[in-house]
């Protein structure tokens, strides 16, 4: 049986979705013992994320921000109809996953940031080189402490990114991880687009 398609994520979404897949990969597994990459991973990273931010704003439809972004309320509702099995279908992102988006754009952005702040006031390089001459070996370390610690959490929520894929593609009888290379998902019990507020 034929089922009809539709084009869901433009070409910019799929070359972002697996462009920080990969540079996060190298940037976790590089920490200790391959500065340089895991610096220029980081500032890949970051300039991918600056890149989504524009493109949330001017993209294709459902790239916005204002098709997936929905209230707290809504993510709760969604997440309840997962437990039940009677979840809706959403061409874009569900609810859960438009959350999950913002935190992962978050807690990777955390991540670069306090990442640049150590670079800056332990190997004083980087845009926060300045903090060499003016920060001590107490603010260094806490300042690596952080950084750890939203790279850590950034993996947990990759994992439950995962997990969320895997359940709704049972769910939906769909591949999503598919749908993320091609750009096309089928079309048949879809919601257009997320208009809860």
Same mark, same amino acid.
């Given at each position: 049986?034929?089922?009809?398609?539709?084009?869901?994520?433009?070409?910019?979404?799929?070359?972002?979705?697996?462009?920080?897949?990969?540079?996060?990969?190298?940037?976790?597994?590089?920490?200790?013992?391959?500065?340089?990459?895991?610096?220029?991973?980081?500032?890949?990273?970051?300039?991918?994320?600056?890149?989504?931010?524009?493109?949330?704003?001017?993209?294709?439809?459902?790239?916005?921000?204002?098709?997936?972004?929905?209230?707290?309320?809504?993510?709760?509702?969604?997440?309840?109809?997962?437990?039940?099995?009677?979840?809706?279908?959403?061409?874009?992102?569900?609810?859960?996953?438009?959350?999950?988006?913002?935190?992962?754009?978050?807690?990777? $952005? &955390?991540?670069?940031? @306090? /990442?640049?702040?150590?670079?800056?006031? *332990?190997? =004083?390089?980087?845009?926060?080189? !300045? #903090?060499?001459?003016?920060?001590?070996? $107490? &603010?260094?370390?806490? @300042? /690596?402490?952080?950084?750890?610690?939203? *790279?850590? =959490?950034?993996?947990?929520?990759? !994992? #439950?990114?995962?997990?969320?894929?895997?359940?709704?593609?049972?769910?939906?009888?769909?591949?999503?991880?598919?749908?993320?290379?091609?750009?096309?998902?089928?079309?048949?019990?879809?919601?257009?687009?997320?208009?809860?507020?």
């Amino acid at each position: 049986m034929n089922t009809q398609q539709t084009k869901v994520w433009d070409i910019f979404i799929r070359v972002f979705h697996w462009s920080l897949v990969a540079t996060f990969a190298i940037a976790y597994l590089t920490e200790d013992d391959f500065t340089t990459l895991h610096v220029y991973t980081g500032y890949s990273i970051i300039t991918l994320i600056i890149l989504r931010l524009i493109w949330g704003l001017v993209g294709t439809r459902h790239a916005r921000f204002n098709d997936f972004v929905v209230s707290p309320k809504n993510v709760i509702r969604y997440l309840k109809d997962v437990i039940q099995f009677r979840a809706k279908r959403y061409i874009g992102h569900n609810p859960a996953g438009g959350a999950m988006v913002l935190a992962l754009l978050a807690s990777l $952005s &955390m991540t670069v940031l @306090f /990442g640049m702040l150590v670079y800056g006031s *332990a190997e =004083f390089s980087g845009p926060f080189s !300045f #903090l060499g001459d003016s920060v001590g070996n $107490s &603010m260094a370390d806490a @300042f /690596g402490e952080v950084h750890e610690f939203f *790279a850590n =959490f950034t993996l947990l929520l990759i !994992f #439950l990114h995962v997990v969320g894929v895997a359940v709704a593609s049972l769910q939906h009888k769909e591949n999503l991880v598919r749908s993320m290379f091609t750009g096309y998902k089928k079309t048949d019990n879809m919601i257009n687009h997320n208009n809860e507020t």
